[in-house]
């Protein structure tokens, strides 16, 4: 049992329609035209492992959490959360599988509604599935914002009375209220000063240790990355380009775009190291480049970039997606 | 400095006096005469039976001989004397306006209540699920819209007779009218609303409630509706003014409230046609009346869509 998996995902493909109303469409002779937020997003994640996503703005990082957690349907592919294949709709059963994943968002300011008190929203999870009742609620309310650092007194207060850090303190109670075993945590840390970010990491990393947590980091930040994850995926306009152990990810990067966010991350130690900067933007996803759909920005780029899609393939560290790697050419290079 | 070190007070009462809108609703001396002349207006109509000196509507206790007194003048044939004068049925006009200004406040409270609560139901539903449920509540909105409501109201009154038997109407008249002036006004609410949850069901709180499975209804009364009523009850307030004037216009054309239970738009109905005879008190009181009590709520509504603007403080 231990083995399978905690979550796999595969095939995990989500378009968005962006095409114009239809009147428009005929009037102006126009095709439908759709997004690709995510496209054939496979992995899997192991029990106690924290498991990150990285990728630019606009990859698909956050498109992909939000499907795991039932916010955005998926186009096509399957998630299955411990062996069961998740069905967001209503019913007895999805409710026994929503109690075991919570989510943490980003902006702390958003997440907590204003005119509740914190008491409330904390509990929030524990009254829809039922965990506790009366008096109950508020000790175990009491208890999590107590493990989380605040003070059981804090419940009675509202969020605006509350710091970034504290708010995100208050989230985190939220999300471990209903005793979850997977937690995805949608950039926890991009919306906090750089002081508290390491605070609440730190918290994080408490818990897991402490409730046995398993978690889905998404980060843009290679440096809360390096801190938090067991194994990391990196993500380029939707596609998994890339996935390894973290520690090797640093050391031996695969993928030519993995090499250049790794050289694009600044360092306080000022090696002096001389660096290549990110080179051009990330393309339009409504009309994605064709083949590798890294090819305009790549160094190494050969003439079979721009005519096919690279296939997963199997590296020392873990998988990548480059058509350069049977070759071996990007180790010599 | 001691300003900033003073203790915050407690309690309930505390709390709210120390509040920013109680700051601003004291720094704002229109606010402050707005609400004293809505309070007086209100606790009058309220308490019309306890302060009024005659019973208008008791027929036993008329006098047509009463008829026409001027105001602070004894009567020609009884020597009574009455403040603000009597109508043509000897009524003392003081307590007809007493008992009017409950009838229209009356009327003005229950549409915008009725209007208030169509509107944020549609609007909700309309801003959260969107798609063609949206597009079609939106274009109803849009269609009513280019109708002038007083005109809608007309219409509905109409047609709302026609379906209630004749021996119903005057009892039925009232809340017929309640329906009416309602259905004209609901547009504002639910566009407000509309507007409003499209933009609080994108927050992260709202997601954090669907992650774990909360049901529509719910995230829709228990997040999204107090995080959306601040601009409606701004609304409401300005709409309170506005209903009481379109209960006054529709009673005025005589298919409002029956004579016999006369609001301040009945009043002025019966007051106008005596103008040019000279009797110009059974007209003048009634009007400063509903004047007053329409503009201290407008400068009430005003205050509070300016009090709760961030953008303006």
């Known amino acids: ?333 | 400095m001691t300003e900033l070190h003073k203790p915050r007070p407690t309690g309930r009462f505390g709390r709210a006096w120390d509040s920013d809108i109680a700051y601003s609703f004291r720094q704002s001396p229109v606010a402050v005469v707005a609400a004293v002349v809505s309070l007086i207006l209100i606790l009058g109509a309220v308490f019309a039976p306890l302060i009024a000196p005659y019973d208008p509507f008791n027929p036993a206790s008329l006098n047509l001989m009463d008829g026409f007194t001027p105001p602070m003048e004894p009567n020609a044939f009884t020597g009574n004397v009455y403040w603000l004068g009597t109508d043509n049925q000897g009524r003392d006009v003081f307590s007809t306006i007493l008992y009017g200004a409950r009838i229209s406040l009356f009327v003005g409270f229950a549409a915008v209540l009725f209007a208030m609560t169509l509107g944020i139901t549609l609007g909700l539903i309309a801003g959260y699920r969107g798609g063609w449920v949206d597009s079609l509540l939106m274009r109803v909105a849009d269609v009513q819209l280019t109708f002038p409501s007083i005109l809608l109201a007309l219409l509905i009154f109409g047609v709302a007779r026609g379906f209630i038997p004749p021996a119903y109407r005057e009892a039925m008249a009232i809340w017929v009218l309640i329906v009416a002036i309602g259905l004209s006004e609901w547009v504002q609410y639910a566009r407000v609303v509309r507007g409003a949850t499209m933009v609080e069901k994108n927050k992260e709180y709202v997601q954090a409630a669907r992650v774990i499975g909360a049901h529509p209804v719910k995230i829709l009364l228990r997040h999204i509706l107090p995080n959306v009523m601040g601009p409606v009850l701004v609304i409401a307030t300005i709409g309170l003014a506005l209903a009481i004037i379109a209960e006054a216009t529709l009673s005025f054309l005589g298919v409002g409230v029956p004579p016999t239970q006369p609001s301040l738009g009945t009043l002025i109905r019966i007051g106008q046609q005596y103008l040019f005879s000279g009797e110009w008190w059974i007209l003048l009181f009634p009007s400063i009346t509903l004047l007053a009590l329409a503009l201290s709520v407008n400068l009430l509504g005003d205050w509070l869509r300016d009090a709760l603007n961030p953008r303006l403080r």
């Open chain 1, 1 to 333: 049992m231990t083995d399978t998996p905690l979550l796999q995902v595969s095939g995990l493909t989500r378009y968005f329609d962006v095409s114009k109303p239809w009147l428009n469409r005929v009037l102006e002779r126009e095709e439908k035209q759709f997004l690709t937020a995510a496209a054939d997003v496979d992995f899997e994640i192991k029990r106690g492992e924290t498991f990150a996503l990285v990728g630019e703005s606009g990859s698909g990082k956050s498109t992909i959490a939000k499907m795991i957690v039932g916010l955005v349907d998926p186009s096509r592919g399957r998630i299955l959360f411990d062996g069961q294949e998740m069905r967001f709709e209503q019913g007895a059963a999805m409710r026994q599988l929503r109690r075991r994943f919570q989510m943490i968002f980003q902006d702390p300011f958003a997440s907590l509604n204003p005119r509740w008190r914190v008491g409330s929203i904390i509990a929030e999870p524990i009254r829809t599935f039922g965990i506790a009742s009366g008096a109950d609620i508020n000790r175990e309310v009491g208890r999590l914002l107590e493990v989380v650092g605040l003070s059981a007194a804090d419940a009675e207060k509202f969020p605006h009375e509350f710091s970034g850090g504290q708010r995100q303190r208050i989230a985190i109670a939220r999300a471990l209220s209903s005793k979850p075993e997977f937690i995805v945590c949608d950039e926890p840390t991009s919306a906090l000063d750089v002081s508290v970010q390491a605070q609440i990491l730190n918290l994080m990393r408490d818990l897991q240790d402490e409730f046995g947590l398993t978690y889905l980091l998404i980060s843009h930040d290679l440096s809360v990355v390096r801190h938090m994850a067991n194994r990391i995926g990196v993500l380029y306009l939707g596609r998994l380009v890339e996935e390894a152990d973290a520690k090797r990810l640093f050391t031996e990067p695969q993928h030519p775009y993995t090499r250049m966010l790794l050289d694009a991350v600044p360092d306080l130690a000022l090696s002096g190291r001389r660096r290549k900067p990110v080179t051009g933007e990330i393309p339009n996803p409504i009309t994605p480049p064709s083949g590798c759909t890294f090819h305009p920005r790549c160094p190494l780029v050969v003439d079979i970039c721009k005519q096919q899609v690279p296939a997963v393939r199997t590296t020392p560290t873990g998988r990548a997606a480059c058509h350069l790697l049977e070759e071996s050419a990007l180790s010599s290079s």
